[in-house]
Structures are given as structure tokens and as C-alpha cells.
């Protein structure tokens, strides 16, 4: 029963440098997005996903790339990481045609680039 | 535009005591869901209670409830009887649309932190 699972937990970059976090789910659901949590700002849509193929941004996507190529997986992409880009990352998945369906997460990852 | 506006940064009750933690909400879609997650100091999200623009009646989940009240565009969730494990931040998020026109896309507000007191 792994629902969402989101790899690293942790990650430390420097400036300019790239890195993708894994986001992987075994629920069969549609619908996947990134947010990424900052101090007094909640939570905001990077990108989203509703179904293999398709993606589109969010409210904040500059810096961020992302691709479904499959129903399961979900990466998230920094091309050039910068400072801004230190946060907490999470990855929700939830079926897309209920309306009441709640969003998934996962675990999270606590991002520092320096 | 959709907006979800917590206006609380924080919250104090007392063990045992019901709280209400504020939340209102703009959408010019007539068909949209509400729904409210805990994220306790762990850092996970939990999903706590759901309600949809059409239901009659407000959600109610064990001591979480709804208090949705559409004409004011507010979303209110109650706590009754509240314990030390209720310390957490609270998150109110909206979901715009139905069938296909539904994205799946959640909106969420700042956050409420509440704290349980002895």
C-alpha cells in the first residue's frame, strides 16, 4: 500500500546545478501535480498532470520542468537551480472525474540550494 | 479567478474546547469542491474533510465539521473537543469544476496554525 511516494526526502543543491525529483504512484490515478510550501504562502501548483501525455503549468512553473510518460510517474525537473528554489516539494496524485476525490501526497522533499 | 484566503497565521484553544478556523473563498464557477487538510509538525498532508457546492447539507467527519456557507463564500471547519494532537497547521483548498471540465487542480490558502493548549 505505498500510495505516493516521492524520492528524495532531502536534497542540498549549489546554484546553476540540476536535479529531478521522483514522484511515483500505484493508485491509477489520473490526476498528478507538484506544489511546492513556503513559509506563509501554503501551498502552490507548479505543474499538473491528467493523464499520461499531458501536462500543464501551475501557478509558479518558471524553473521547473515536468513530463508524464506514464499513468505511474511524475518527475519534476530544476534545469538551474537558484536560491528561490529552496522549499519543501510535494507530489499529490487523485482520481480526476470525482469531484470529491481528495489529493494524495506524498512524504515530501526538503530542498536547500545554496 | 479561483482564491482560497485563511486569514488566521495562527490559533490558540484549550484541550477540550471547540475551535472554528476561518476560511473563505472566491470562484466564479458554479460547480466546485471544498476540502480542508492538517498538516501536523511531520510534515505529511492528511486529508480531513470534503464538501461539494451542491451538497444540502454541511460535512461532517467524527469531531471535524463543515460549517460551508455558499451565499457567503465561506468554508469554515469546526473542531469539536479539541486534543494535543489537533496541534497542526490547517489547510483549506478548492477544486473548480465537475466531469470534464473538472482538471483535478486544488487551490490551497496560507494556512492556519493551530495550537492545543493543556
Known amino acids: 500500500n505505498a500510495g505516493v511516494t516521492q524520492t528524495p526526502k532531502f536534497q542540498v543543491l549549489k546554484t546553476g546545478q540540476s536535479m529531478t525529483l521522483q514522484c511515483a504512484q500505484d493508485m491509477n490515478h489520473e490526476y498528478m501535480s507538484w506544489y511546492r510550501q513556503d513559509p506563509g504562502m501554503g501551498l502552490r501548483l507548479i505543474h499538473y498532470s491528467v493523464g499520461a501525455g499531458i501536462t500543464d503549468q501551475g501557478e509558479v512553473p518558471n524553473g521547473y520542468n515536468v513530463s508524464r510518460s506514464t499513468t505511474e510517474d511524475f518527475p519534476l525537473r530544476l534545469l538551474s537551480a537558484a536560491p528561490s528554489q529552496t522549499s519543501v516539494y510535494f507530489c499529490?496524485?487523485?482520481?480526476?472525474?470525482?469531484?470529491?476525490?481528495?489529493?494524495?501526497f506524498g512524504n515530501g522533499t526538503r530542498l536547500t540550494v545554496t | 479567478a479561483q482564491k482560497i484566503t485563511q486569514t488566521q497565521p495562527g490559533m490558540f484553544v484549550q484541550e477540550k474546547e471547540a475551535v472554528t478556523l476561518d476560511c473563505t473563498y472566491d470562484?466564479?464557477?458554479?460547480?466546485?469542491?471544498l476540502f480542508w487538510y492538517k498538516q501536523p509538525s511531520s510534515g505529511e498532508m492528511i486529508f480531513l474533510i470534503y464538501?461539494?457546492?451542491?451538497?444540502?447539507q454541511n460535512a461532517t467527519e467524527g469531531r471535524y465539521s463543515l460549517n460551508f456557507q455558499k451565499a457567503r463564500k465561506s468554508a469554515n471547519l469546526v473542531i469539536s473537543a479539541s486534543q494535543l494532537g489537533d496541534s497542526a497547521m490547517y489547510f483549506c483548498a478548492m477544486r473548480e469544476g465537475q466531469g470534464s471540465s473538472n482538471t483535478g487542480k486544488l487551490i490551497f490558502g496560507q494556512g492556519t496554525t493551530l495550537q492545543v493548549k493543556p
Open positions: 470562484t466564479s464557477d458554479q460547480s466546485y469542491g
Open positions: 464538501q461539494g457546492s451542491y451538497d444540502e
Open positions: 499529490a496524485s487523485s482520481l480526476k472525474q470525482a469531484p470529491g476525490a481528495p489529493l494524495h
